[in-house]
């Protein structure tokens, strides 16, 4: 065997997380272990600290109370060990489950200290394949950084020389290693990051004179923001095209009321002050969709259509996807059916469609899953659409769940290509679910654009307290569309709007024509799911005078645009217009509301006004956005704090922690 030496700067808990025995060999029933996790000098709770059951892919992160909690452990006898940055690593052996009992396990962390160097010894196992000293120079970058966690290093060494980690040691794939182990290696993770992200051009103000509509294409996605959270906790700040705004906001359900009649959501409409800038206004918009019980959704034609290529050997995608779809699996009802396609060298179906009631044999698919080889995504979409078409439910939710770091690099990989195929694929009536797992090559961009064209939407999975959001605490928007190809136009009344700017949905803008037009291609909503639009206005300044048939009209050598004598009587400043589609149709219905001028100061608006504009404010910070204005991370703190209202899940408070982590990484 060849040593490779990692020479780096890490935690001593880090490098601890890698010692333990494996457990005794499993039964076939299973138990749950339970605990919480606090802080040996405070003795406040631990949030975001990870518990494994050593040696198996088992484990939890805690959540804001420092509880944490892991189910549908096999009976046996197991190490439960925590680890968190800035805490020794502790652990406790012997810990036995009962099948159809609960164990509890509770840990209190002291802190530790960070060495500054530490040694790191990787084996790689026999085949070896000899290569040149410039191949081997170009597997590894030859520059030190002062701190990496190590997991970061192992993986950017695993991506770069065919090396999978397995136990304590590091195992060649395929043997790509070379002569690399005589050296010390000095690793940097950045070189090999390989993320894509669409560019985002954010959107600039227009003024109402000449450009009065504003149209676009709604967006229930919030993969942007557990994308964001998953940086920040990692001590990074997040790239800027990775900062969509609207997804940011979308992420939090908001105090809007339910829909009544036969609409399929209720709209809300207010405006108040700036905060970010003074003299602007902020108009905010909402969509609610009507709440469904799951007990009362119709049955659903689900097809898991999961990668398990190589890309996804890693504790933060596979062993988390199985994570979350043990969960999503809870809550599958008897008249339900599920499908698992998968996908690496070539695609397969290792489940076919399985009644719901068949959990045992749903569960043992999903535990089988190992990954290795390539990534044929094409195929596996084909596939997964064909055996959603073979079972479809014509009063039900026929739907397939692509769960993925998004890598497709055999077969179709353009993503042109992919787009046309989504596209052809969705007119069958199918709906498209993207989750997103790991991070270092995620093609955000990509799965993006399938969930956009394939009447989907997209989240990121960066834990298991997000699987347990986006597939438990909102199955029903996450599963069961109640509108497709909802529109939003906004029209501003010139008489009382000089300019205005939408924030965020840049990918999601649409031209004015395209508001009637019921063949283009718009979002969908769920059961339960809710909608935020925020616009950046600026009034129209109460001693210009706005004359009819004159005023501020647009230059032009050959027309003129003015203002209607209606308008210059109205105190309306804007009217907003819906159209959406019935899941089940093709023809559009339209919705209409309009929103008085009012001189609200920010203190005083809603909680929801308030705690929206503070994500899009943070939203622009990072972004370093031109019109983040006078915006600060002291300044969103504040408001955040102040407009948490209710909170159910603590997902408010647990931005405002984030908006403390982006001040201290931002802060030289």
Known sequence: MKRVTVWL????????????????????????ITGIVVDSTSQHPLAYANVILVGTTRGAMTGADGRYRIEHVPAGTYTVKVLMMGYKALERKDVEVKAGAEVRVDFTLGETIVAKTQEIVVTAEKPMVEVTESKARATVNQEQIEETPVDDVLEAVALKAGIVRS??????????CGPMGVEPLRVQRQPWNTESYDAVRENIFHEAMEKPFSTFSIDVDAASYANIRHFL??????????????EMINYFTYDYPDPEGDDP???????????????????????????????????SNLVFLLDVSGSMDFPNKLPLLKKAFAMLLDNVRDEDRVAIVVYAGSAGLVLPSTRGSDKARIREAIDRLQAGGSTAGGAGIRLAYKTAREHFMEKGNNRVILATDGDFNVGVSSDGEMVRLIEEERKSGIFLTVLGFGEGNLKDSKMEKLADHGNGHYAYIDDVHEARRVLVEQMGGSLFTIAKDVKIQVEFNPARVHSYRLIGYENRLLRREDFEDDTKDAGEIGAGHSVTALYEIVPVEPHV?????GGPASESRYTTVSVRPEALA??????????????????SRPLERTLAARDVAFAEASDDLRFSA???????????SEFAGAGTFEQVLEIAKAATGRDPGGYRAEFVRLVEMSRSISTP
């Not at 906790?233 to 609207?246: F, K, S, W």
């Not at 005078?545 to 048939?549: F, H, I, M, N, R």
């Not at 503070?614 to 370093?624: H, Q, S, T």
Request: proline share 6%; aromatic share 4%; net charge neutral.
């Open 9 to 32: 700067a890490l935690t001593t808990a880090l490098a601890a997380s890698w010692a333990g025995g494996a457990p005794s060999e499993p039964a076939t029933e299973t138990g749950t």
């Open 167 to 176: 136990g304590d040691q590091m195992h060649v794939r395929g043997g790509r």
């Open 233 to 246: 906790r990692n001590g990074q700040r997040p790239l800027r095209d990775a900062v969509r705004i609207e």
């Open 265 to 299: 959501f209720s709209i809300t409409t207010e405006v108040a002050r700036c905060p970010w800038k003074a003299g602007h206004h902020i108009v905010h918009i909402g969509l609610q969709g009507k709440r469904v019980a799951t007990r009362d959704l119709p049955p």
């Open 545 to 549: 005078a706005v004359a009819e048939g």
């Open 570 to 587: 109205s105190d309306e400043i804007l009217t907003v217009r819906f159209r959406y589609k019935r899941p089940d149709e093709d023809e």
């Open 614 to 624: 503070a994500v899009a404010e943070l939203g622009m910070i990072l972004r370093e």
